[in-house]
């Protein structure tokens, strides 16, 4: 008696059909569709860039040569308004007082980032804690900031001067002397805008390949060398964007001489943009206000121009 060998059933493996590649006509659809809505996106931006910057900059520089008040057709004046603009006592004052507080700003706000993100980059323990303590006050409404610090600046029950009478320290006028108005709103400036500068330097830093800093040990180097060597080549570019970003804000300066001082005292911190809205909603004249814009504009234009050129010859210099 034979034995039969008993054979596995073959299994078969199903073949899933290939489909066809759709047709041309098909692809080129598809892809004019996607096209369309990429362009539809990017025209919604445009026009709101269109309907509320571009738009209202174009009819300023327009009324900047018009006789101009609501309520009433203009009236083609020519460079009579920056005639006026110029030769305004409190022309000279604003700028002087803007390029002041620029200074300032750039002496007190732009080193204090930069070295507080180094501080944050070496944490090792609760570093989304103190990032988020850092970046606090840039989540604090801008009026709501100015008048914090205006009660703190108080000569009388302020927060400041308590804490000097504590200390057994001289008082200050802070906000209210004409010789300390602009330091003390540079100091204000500079605690409620550096949270996002501070993020910014962070994310830079931690872009450094580490090596770079093992190598830099390895040969002796000390903190302060490694800093100079490793850290400022490697942020190069970011640091020089941020400033010249912190130069275009600070020319702009308005919410704290506005809210903690009025342009006071005696006109110590009467800013180009204060003075612009001084023009505009107290002298209802907005032709004025508008010159002044365009003299602002034409130099943070040139300004930035120039920087940009500088900058980038350098670069170009150093590789």
């Not at 000279?92 to 204090?112: D, H, K, M, P, S």
């Not at 912190?246 to 919410?255: D, E, G, K, S, Y």
Request: net charge positive; charged share 15%.
């Amino acid at each position: 008696m034979t034995r039969t060998a008993h054979r596995r059933p073959v299994e078969t493996i199903p073949v899933r059909p290939v489909k066809a590649p759709p047709p041309a006509g098909d692809r080129r659809r598809r892809r004019l569709t996607d096209q369309l809505g990429a362009h539809a996106f990017l025209l919604g931006g445009l026009l709101c860039f269109a309907v509320f910057s571009w738009y209202p900059a174009l009819r300023a520089i327009v009324i900047a040569f018009q006789k101009y008040t609501p309520g009433s057709s203009p009236e083609w004046v020519g460079t009579d308004n920056f005639s006026r603009v110029w030769h305004d006592p409190e022309f000279t004052a604003a700028w002087r007082n803007t390029l002041t507080f620029t200074v300032l700003a750039l002496l007190i706000g732009f080193a204090i980032p930069f070295v507080l993100a180094l501080l944050l980059n070496e944490l090792r323990h609760a570093k989304a804690f103190f990032r988020v303590v850092v970046y606090l006050p840039v989540m604090i409404p801008p009026v709501v900031s100015a008048l914090l610090w205006k009660w703190f600046y108080d000569p009388g029950t302020g927060l400041a001067n308590e804490a000097l009478r504590f200390l057994h320290l001289p008082t200050s006028n802070w906000s209210n002397g004409a010789d300390t108005a602009l330091i003390s709103l540079a100091i204000v400036a500079t605690w409620a805008n550096m949270g996002g500068t501070v993020l910014i330097y962070l994310a830079a830093l931690q872009s450094i390949p580490g090596e770079l800093y093992e190598a830099a040990e390895l040969d002796g180097a000390s903190l302060l060398q490694r800093i100079r060597h490793v850290t400022v080549p490697q942020t190069r570019f970011v640091i020089l964007m941020l400033m010249l970003l912190q130069i275009i804000a600070t020319m702009q300066v308005f919410t704290e001489p506005f809210v903690i001082t009025g342009g006071g005292p005696e006109n110590a911190t009467v800013t180009v943009l204060y003075l612009i809205y001084k023009y505009a909603f107290l002298y209802n004249d907005f032709g004025g206000a508008c010159a002044l814009s365009v003299m602002l504009l034409i130099l943070l234009g040139a300004f930035s121009a120039g920087y940009l050129r500088l900058t980038r010859s350098g670069e170009e210099d150093a590789a």
